[in-house]
Each structure stands twice: as C-alpha cells, then as structure tokens.
C-alpha cells in the first residue's frame, strides 16, 4: 500500500504486509527521463502512520511485487489492484546509468515507460490508469 501525503516535493508512506511496517519517503533531485533521483527512506510506526496519512493526496495505490533474477539484475512485476487494477508494470533498479543504457528491454514487454511521467506512481495516484497512444 503505497500513499501520498505530498506530490511536489515527493513524500509518501508505504504500509507493508498489512501492517507489518511502515516507511515514510521523500524524493528529491529527480531527473525528468526517470532514470535518477535521490530517495531517503525512514521506518515509522504505526502511530506515525496513521498520524501522516490523515494529510493523504490522491489515491492509495495497492499493488503486489513479485521479485526475480534476471542476468544478475533484480527484476520487478508490480500487479496493481483497485483504481489501478488492469496495470502492471516491470521496474529495474540499475546501479548506474551506463548498466540503464546498456539494457536491453525482453520482447515480452509492451511498451517501455521509463521516460513516461503518466507511468509514475505519484501520477498513478492522482489521475489513475493513462489512455495508451
């Protein structure tokens, strides 16, 4: 569960495992292609939480993660669920920008949404699942 309780600077909470733990995020430096940002993540409790949530903005987005190996990358499969059901999507976490250039996308992907800010979770949260081109 993933919600935001400011989209300009980034800030969001994330609830894990139905409440197994919480984490509170901000953003900042984002590059507008996708491929960067800096990210400080803080464990909170559910107090917190509940406090911070009450200043929530746009949807709370519900997805499961599904994690795998791919040629020594960790690979990502969010399956939203909800307002977002129907979406799903693959995220990398490269380690630098030269392994994100060198990538080669698999042909099973539809489209690559990188550089797309509609694809972007915040965005997700405010204005839901984008028309595709």
């Given at each position: 569960e993933q919600t935001y309780v400011c989209f300009s600077p980034e800030m969001r909470l994330r609830k894990y495992d139905s409440g197994a733990s919480y984490e509170f995020?901000?953003?900042?430096?984002?590059?507008?292609?996708?491929?960067?940002?800096?990210?400080?993540?803080?464990?909170?409790?559910?107090d917190e939480y509940n406090d911070i949530i009450k200043n929530k903005q746009g949807n709370t987005i519900h997805k499961t993660r599904y994690q795998f190996m791919d040629e020594g990358q960790v690979i990502a499969i969010d399956i939203f669920h909800g307002d977002l059901d129907g979406l799903a999507y693959m995220e990398i976490e490269f380690p630098d920008f030269s392994a994100?250039?060198?990538?080669?996308?698999?042909?099973?992907v539809i489209a690559d949404v990188t550089s797309d800010i509609r694809y972007k979770n915040g965005h997700l949260a405010r204005y839901g699942i984008p028309e595709r081109e």
């Open positions: 995020t901000v953003k900042s430096n984002m590059r507008s292609d996708g491929l960067a940002r800096d990210e400080t993540n803080i464990a909170i409790t559910e994100a250039e060198k990538y080669q996308t698999p042909d099973w």
